[in-house]
């Protein structure tokens, strides 16, 4: 997974990494591989004792600290790069075995919305329940052809009666 988070598709492509989610089914269980640096739960740079304060307030030589933006304030602790250096460590391989499981919506997906919307994209094709609202729509559009197949879904007409 890139930094933007998407994966090579098809050799060449690049898609949302959500993709290979997606088409996993609920339950099943999916292999991560992950790089991980071994550092990374620790804390990998600590700054200079002589401005760290103490629990008192008081900087580790006795003083008090400054007030901000006074000329007495002090200055920063110097940035040394090789304490850095020295703590950085090659991300290591992990892999995890994850179960997919749905998530619960802790908003709404739409805004102003309390409901999850009756339709199904499968395919690249949308799906909707054939209802007063798609008749009224496919009317106001002027779709008379998917007008006439909801109305007839709907309403069907009549059988013609043998009097």
């Given at each position: 997974?890139?930094?933007?988070?998407?994966?090579?598709?098809?050799?060449?492509?690049?898609?949302?990494?959500?993709?290979?989610?997606?088409?996993?089914?609920?339950?099943?269980?999916?292999?991560?591989?992950?790089?991980?640096?071994?550092?990374?739960?620790?804390?990998?740079?600590?700054?200079?004792?002589?401005?760290?304060?103490?629990?008192?307030?008081?900087?580790?030589d006795g003083a008090l600290p400054a007030e901000p933006g006074s000329a007495a304030a002090a200055p920063a602790a110097p940035f040394d790069i090789n304490v850095?250096?020295?703590?950085?460590?090659?991300?290591?391989?992990?892999?995890?075995?994850?179960?997919?499981?749905?998530?619960?919506?802790?908003?709404?997906?739409?805004?102003?919305?309390?409901?999850?919307?009756?339709?199904?994209?499968?395919?690249?094709?949308?799906?909707?329940?054939?209802?007063?609202?798609?008749?009224?729509?496919?009317?106001?559009?002027?779709?008379?052809?998917?007008?006439?197949?909801?109305?007839?879904?709907?309403?069907?007409?009549?059988?013609?009666?043998?009097?």
């Amino acid at each position: 997974v890139s930094e933007q988070g998407e994966v090579t598709f098809r050799g060449h492509e690049k898609v949302d990494f959500e993709y290979l989610i997606t088409k996993r089914k609920n339950g099943e269980t999916v292999k991560l591989r992950l790089l991980r640096n071994p550092n990374s739960r620790k804390t990998t740079f600590q700054p200079s004792d002589r401005t760290a304060p103490s629990t008192d307030g008081r900087k580790s030589d006795g003083a008090l600290p400054a007030e901000p933006g006074s000329a007495a304030a002090a200055p920063a602790a110097p940035f040394d790069i090789n304490v850095l250096v020295e703590h950085h460590a090659m991300p290591q391989p992990v892999e995890l075995s994850v179960t997919l499981a749905p998530t619960n919506d802790l908003v709404p997906r739409e805004l102003y919305k309390d409901y999850h919307p009756e339709y199904a994209i499968v395919g690249g094709l949308v799906f909707v329940i054939a209802g007063l609202p798609l008749m009224d729509q496919s009317e106001d559009k002027e779709a008379w052809g998917l007008y006439h197949e909801v109305r007839d879904l709907l309403f069907p007409p009549y059988a013609e009666r043998d009097d």
